[in-house]
C-alpha cells in the first residue's frame, strides 16, 4: 500500500487508514454496534467492496495500529543472531516499539468504554494475541529443540508478549504526556527477559 505524499513532505493516510479513521468516527458518534460496515466505507467515500479489500471484518478496524505494530515481530525474530531465544525474542520485540509510528495510538483501547466496543474488543484482540503467541513460541521451539507447546517455549512467549502488551497499554492510557513506545517496552522487557535469562 503506497503512500502518496502532502504538502510540506508528510505522508498521507494509506487508505486502509482512511478507513480507520472513518470508523473511528462513526464508533465515537454511535457506538461499535450501530455502526456497519456500510456506513465506515459511505463516510471514507469508497464501495463495501473497497473496505473489504483491506479488512477482512469490521472489528479489524479498531487494530490497525496493533497489526503494523507487531507485522515485523516474526521477521526480526527470523533474521535474529542472538543466541540467546529469550533475548532474541526481546530485541524482536523492541525493535517493533522502535518502529512503531508515535502518532498512531491505537483508538479501540483509549476509547473502547466511549465506542461501546465492549466483548467485540476483547475477542479481536485475542485473536491477535494468539497468533503472536504462535509464532513466538515457535521461535523459541525451533532454538531450544522443544515443541512449541512444551513448556519452555510457552512460558518465555506468555511472559515476553505479557510484558509488552503491558507497556502498550500504559503507553496508550499516559495520553498527551506519553514517552516513546520503545522505552515503555524496553523498561518492561528488561527484568523479565533478565529473569527468563538466568534459567
Known amino acids: 500500500m503506497d503512500e502518496t505524499m502532502r504538502r510540506g513532505g508528510r505522508p498521507r493516510r494509506s487508505s486502509a487508514g482512511v478507513l480507520a479513521d472513518a470508523a473511528a468516527e462513526l464508533f465515537l458518534e454511535q457506538g461499535y454496534g450501530r455502526t456497519t460496515v456500510d456506513h465506515i466505507a459511505a463516510r471514507a467515500g469508497v464501495s463495501r467492496a473497497t473496505f473489504f479489500n483491506y479488512f477482512g471484518a469490521k472489528s479489524d478496524v ?22 540467546s531465544p529469550v533475548r532474541a525474542v526481546e530485541e524482536a520485540l523492541v525493535a517493533a516499539a522502535r518502529a512503531h509510528d508515535p502518532e498512531r495510538v491505537p483508538w479501540a483501547i483509549a476509547q473502547a468504554e466511549v465506542m461501546d466496543i465492549g466483548t467485540e474488543l476483547v475477542a479481536s ?47 496508550v492510557a499516559d495520553g498527551v504526556g506519553r514517552r516513546s513506545l520503545v522505552e515503555y517496552v ?12 538466568a534459567r
Not at 62 to 83: C, I, N, Q, Y
Not at 126 to 142: I, N, P
Not at 186 to 197: I, K, R, S
Open 62 to 83: 479498531l487494530w490497525l495500529e496493533l497489526d503494523a505494530a507487531v507485522a515485523d515481530v516474526p521477521a526480526f525474530l527470523a533474521a535474529s543472531t542472538e543466541r
Open 186 to 197: 524496553g523498561a518492561a522487557l528488561t527484568p523479565v527477559a533478565a529473569g527468563l535469562d
Open 125 to 171: 484482540v485475542a485473536a491477535r494475541v494468539m497468533a503472536q503467541h504462535g509464532a513466538v513460541s515457535a521461535f523459541v521451539g525451533s532454538r531450544t529443540g522443544e515443541r512449541p507447546t512444551a513448556l519452555w517455549p510457552q512460558t518465555v512467549s506468555g511472559a515476553l508478549l505479557g510484558a509488552a502488551a503491558a507497556a502498550f497499554g500504559v503507553w
